[in-house]
């Protein structure tokens, strides 16, 4: 029990934003109830990844959907017990506050969408989970944050590696002091894009490229990982326009990370290439994972070498999006703030805009 | 035999130097000849490393010693036949002119005194092997590099990689396409210093700091891995100015390094850590070594990740030092350039300068 609530708080240390950590005492006190998600944008992550992990919750159920696509929500709710009563598609999408049963509204949709989606969900009453990136620029964050605050509604986005267990266990033992003083932090984001029209490719859905996309993931690491939110950055971008996929955003970008403690970070991303690694230097050891944030699969090394195969403990949920989707329902139920609430989605997007600006103009932006 | 003429080729790919392959068949022609080296420095590396190699060359023998330490000098000249007529101390030095077994003079000093033992050798009629870092500034670079081509002497720094077989078969795969298009180059090098009295930790004999002493590792590794030289640097240091070691030279310092290709190098020197890894990633797969550069127990792995583990071929030595000791012997004997002559050690100087610069005015630093 003591377990769980340590790593919650050691998690988001760092962070400005109030902590909250999700025990076994809570779950032990609310067995029976489960909040209601309303999943918004039935593509890949929202129906692929999202909707088939209502099963390894023990707080949270699937209880409508919203899509442009009649059929496929018919099909979807048929699936997995939606009423038909509870489809909706983006015109009558507001009428979701008529329906009890939602408690919570999951914004799965490209990143142009989110800011509107998220206001328009809390107007209506509703929580809300968004996807990561939070919005296509911290205005939009901004307002999001200021939206859910003014409707008294809790927002948390969707930084999955948050409850999983190999990045927890990572935290744990860099906060443990197991590697020492830290000296600097890696990560390696990327992946090989492929279509050339996927909304992820087009600026003014995605808001950026890579960076947007998968890199975040090594930013976001940079800040759980040290505990410390960086100072400044200077970024090198490397990109071929005359390459389809690559007509509107990033391919490449690297970018460094100056922390308070003289900790420095270095971190790529990548729409050309396949790397998932997180490392953390110390000046007795490291901790390597990798691949360090995929939904399976990931590894962790802690030592001198990768001599040291560590299999962690489990997380707090099931699986990490489980973890994810409870933490929300117990967040309300026990009106806690998430661990990872609107403030940090907002937190990555202005280092994100820092590292747009430092490419650039070619040099180094400090963080305010 | 082709083998080693085409690793000399691609090796040296990028580089502006004249390149000289050297290959089994000049071996073959010239077996009974060896140069006589003379070892100018006997601590750590000159003694404990380079000496014991001789035994390990085919063109090369140990001939004489210069030391001031008389004691030392004498025992070391006993152990290894060197007869005490060839023992030298920094006094007489440049009697070395009359000794005509001395062909080579291998300079092992500290860094400071690189420039005056190796412009003193060439005025006693002696080629110079210098060892890395090849001077404190790029101004007594130039300064050597004019000394031995006034004198008609050959030049060669010691970069032991370059003969290195995992290293250059690291290479050989890279500019074979094995990984595809290059996109970036990462490698961090360090070690955790002890002794705050060492001379590497004395601005005024080593130069700098870690960059000077380890971290010239990755930025050497960076430009015969990618096969480019750097258009322009960033970097960042982080140095605990109470820590003793570190009152005069830097600890850690992250460098970024833009090539003209697009490939994006980022390396990193500490003088608090341990870390030795070389990675090459391409849009096709990874070239991964680590540890990388060490004397021995490299490992080296080519995929997409580390399920393919890759024993090289021999190099061209039987050891990275006799490879690297004959091939000098064999460029004077073949009157040919060295592939790692004055002018290698001369560009990576050029870059340190422009990453301290980087650090200490916090801007990106072209290279003209």
């Given at each position: 029990m003591i377990d769980l609530n340590r790593r919650g708080l050691v998690f988001a240390a760092g962070s400005a934003i109030t902590i909250s950590a999700v025990g076994l005492p809570v779950l032990a006190a609310t067995p029976g109830r489960k909040l209601g998600y309303a999943i918004v944008g039935l593509g890949g992550y929202g129906l692929g990844v999202i909707i088939p992990q209502f099963k390894n919750c023990q707080h949270s159920k699937l209880v409508a959907l919203v899509s442009g696509d009649p059929v496929k929500a018919k099909r979807v709710a048929a699936e997995y017990g939606v009423p038909e009563r509870s489809i909706y598609d983006y015109k009558n999408f507001d009428s979701i506050k008529d329906n009890p049963d939602i408690d919570i509204v999951y914004v799965c949709l490209p990143v142009s969408m989110h800011a509107e989606y998220t206001i328009r969900a809390a107007a209506a009453g509703k929580h809300v989970m968004c996807e990561k990136p939070m919005a296509v620029s911290s205005a939009e964050c901004e307002a999001m944050i200021a939206a859910c605050k003014k409707a008294g509604k809790k927002l948390m986005i969707g930084y999955r590696c948050h409850f999983e267990a190999y990045n927890l266990e990572a935290?744990?033992?860099?906060?443990?002091?197991?590697?020492?003083?830290?000296?600097?932090?890696?990560?390696?984001?990327?992946?090989?894009?492929?279509?050339?029209?996927?909304?992820?490719?087009?600026?003014?859905?995605?808001?950026?490229?890579?960076?947007?996309?998968?890199?975040?993931?090594?930013?976001?690491?940079?800040?759980?990982?040290?505990?410390?939110?960086?100072?400044?950055?200077?970024?090198?971008?490397?990109?071929?326009?005359?390459?389809?996929?690559?007509?509107?955003?990033?391919?490449?970008?690297?970018?460094?990370?100056?922390?308070?403690?003289?900790?420095?970070?270095?971190?790529?991303?990548?729409?050309?290439?396949?790397?998932?690694?997180?490392?953390?230097?110390?000046?007795?050891?490291?901790?390597?994972?990798?691949?360090?944030?995929?939904?399976?699969?990931?590894?962790?090394?802690?030592?001198?070498?990768?001599?040291n195969p560590i299999t962690p403990p489990p997380g707090p949920g099931a699986t990490q999006w489980a973890g994810q989707l409870d933490h929300l329902s117990l967040c309300i139920i026990n009106n806690k703030e998430p661990i990872v609430a609107g403030e940090e989605g907002l937190r990555d997007i202005r280092i994100i805009e820092a590292v747009y600006r430092s490419a650039r103009e070619q040099k180094r932006i400090a963080l305010v």
């Open positions: 935290v744990r033992r860099a906060r443990a002091g197991e590697i020492g003083k830290l000296r600097y932090f890696r990560s390696e984001h990327g992946f090989t894009t492929g279509n050339p029209n996927a909304w992820r490719l087009k600026k003014a859905m995605s808001g950026g490229g890579s960076l947007m996309d998968i890199g975040i993931y090594a930013l976001n690491a940079a800040r759980y990982m040290t505990g410390e939110e960086p100072i400044a950055v200077y970024a090198k971008e490397t990109t071929d326009r005359n390459d389809p996929r690559f007509r509107e955003v990033e391919d490449m970008i690297e970018f460094q990370l100056e922390f308070p403690s003289g900790v420095i970070g270095s971190c790529m991303s990548m729409y050309s290439a396949n790397q998932n690694h997180v490392l953390l230097v110390g000046d007795k050891g490291r901790i390597d994972m990798e691949p360090g944030t995929r939904y399976d699969g990931n590894k962790l090394w802690v030592g001198q070498d990768r001599s």
